[in-house]
């Protein structure tokens, strides 16, 4: 299996880094960087933060993708697969989306979203007459 070096930097004391939950699993879990419950209601869209930056190395992505356990509950990632790429070095967001038709409470340090992580390709473009 490849290994990539992705370096992260804690931005709050509270934020968990990403972490995988088994040997073989091809997404680490990413929890929010919240100090108090979050309520999403039904429909609603909120970008919620993790507390790190990371650093992807050059020809290398980050998909940031919904969680089956937080998805039978009715929260999704709003853009997934959302794309990280080496030159977002910034906090990382996730965009949750509440499509069930109930308000959802967000715990503090919940486990919201999988981070998966690909080589890119890019494509050449010749236009054709």
Same mark, same amino acid.
């Given at each position: 299996?490849?290994? +990539? %070096?992705?370096r992260?930097?804690?931005l &709050?004391?509270?934020?968990?880094?990403? $972490?995988?939950?088994?040997h073989?699993?091809? @997404?680490?879990? +990413?929890? &929010?960087?919240l %100090?108090?419950d979050?309520?999403?209601?039904?429909?609603?869209? #909120? =970008? *919620?933060?993790?507390g790190? $930056?990371?650093?992807?190395?050059?020809?290398?992505?980050a998909q940031?993708r919904?969680r089956?356990?937080? !998805?039978r509950?009715?929260?999704? &990632? !709003?853009?997934?697969? @959302?794309t990280?790429?080496c030159?977002?070095?910034?906090?990382?967001?996730?965009l949750?989306?509440? *499509? =069930?038709d109930?308000? +959802?409470r967000?715990?503090?340090? %919940?486990?919201?979203? %999988?981070?998966v992580?690909a080589s &890119?390709? #890019? !494509?050449?473009?010749?236009?054709? =007459?």
């Open positions: 299996m490849e290994q +990539i %070096q992705v992260f930097k804690k &709050v004391p509270w934020a968990q880094l990403p $972490a995988y939950d088994t073989g699993a091809a @997404g680490c879990d +990413i929890s &929010v960087a %100090q108090e979050l309520t999403l209601y039904p429909n609603e869209v #909120r =970008s *919620v933060p993790a790190f $930056a990371i650093m992807i190395p050059p020809g290398y992505e940031i919904s089956a356990g937080m !998805a509950k009715g929260i999704v &990632v !709003a853009n997934a697969p @959302g990280v790429d030159e977002n070095t910034g906090e990382l967001h996730v949750l989306l509440n *499509v =069930s109930k308000p +959802i967000i715990l503090p340090g %919940q486990k919201v979203a %999988q981070m992580f &890119v390709v #890019r !494509a050449s473009f010749t236009e054709e =007459s």
